[in-house]
T-cell receptor
Framework: QKEVEQNSGPLSVPEGAIASLNCTYS??????FFWYRQYSGKSPELIMF????GDKEDGRFTAQLNKASQYVSLLIRDSQPSDSATYLC???????????FGAGTTVTVRA | NAGVTQTPKFQVLKTGQSMTLQCAQD?????MYWYRQDPGMGLRLIYY???????DKGEVPNGYNVSRLNKREFSLRLESAAPSQTSVYFC?????????????FGDGTRLSIL
């Protein structure tokens, strides 16, 4: 079992819709959770991080964390063509410097 | 403010050659990291340096060495390149005090080994 799992996609959503991305993790000792966006041929860019159960909102992005069920999700509201990218979920254990990444979900927003 | 700067951006090597990838950050971050990214496999940690003077192995350290030259610079060396090391290499840094911090990435080095 991979430590961090994501559906590879592609996830295709119409412009203006909500894109919902899911990420599950296997280590119950995980403490910190990160979402990165990566455009093709570019480097990962931090979108959000979340440490506590519940929702965290930043603009059009909402991260949701459920430690009991071991998943973290990312919602993108009012999706725009510029949101078309691969989204990487990353997790770290309590007290750890290292991040474990999922393989990413590719999102395509169609106009 | 350049953030995390990696050099070179592209490199082609022959099997058995050696080279050093350079990384420098100007954000006064304590921790620095080297990852490789291969299609369908996400980012995998090669080595990291939690603070100046320390280095530790990550998930895939074989065939690599690192040097934390000072607080700003963290280099990755391939002593004898192999085709399996063809990849995109990313350097990252993270904020100060302690673990579990967000990491910020450089633009990457695209390395091909023939």
């Amino acid at each position: 079992q991979k430590e961090v799992e994501q559906n590879s996609g592609p996830l295709s959503v119409p412009e203006g819709a909500i894109a919902s991305l899911n990420c599950t993790y296997s280590d119950r000792g995980s403490q910190s959770f990160f979402w990165y966006r990566q455009y093709s041929g570019k480097s990962p860019e931090l979108i959000m991080f979340i440490y506590s159960n519940g929702d965290k909102e930043d603009g059009r992005f909402t991260a949701q964390l459920n430690k009991a069920s071991q998943y973290v999700s990312l919602l993108i509201r009012d999706s725009q063509p510029s949101d078309s990218a691969t989204y990487l979920c990353a997790v770290s254990r309590a007290g750890d410097y290292k991040l474990s990444f999922g393989a990413g979900t590719t999102v395509t927003v169609r106009a | 403010n350049a953030g995390v700067t990696q050099t070179p951006k592209f490199q082609v090597l022959k099997t058995g050659q050696s080279m050093t990838l350079q990384c420098a950050q100007d954000m006064n971050h304590n921790s620095m990291y080297w990852y490789r990214q291969d299609p369908g496999m996400g980012l995998r940690l090669i080595y990291y340096s939690a603070s100046e003077g320390t280095t530790d192995k990550g998930e895939v350290p074989n065939g690599y060495n690192v040097s934390r030259l000072n607080k700003r610079e963290f280099s990755l060396r391939l002593e004898s390149a192999a085709p399996s090391q063809t990849s995109v290499y990313f350097c990252a840094s993270s904020d100060a005090d302690g673990p579990n911090q967000p990491q910020h990435f450089g633009d990457g080095t695209r390395l091909s080994i023939l």
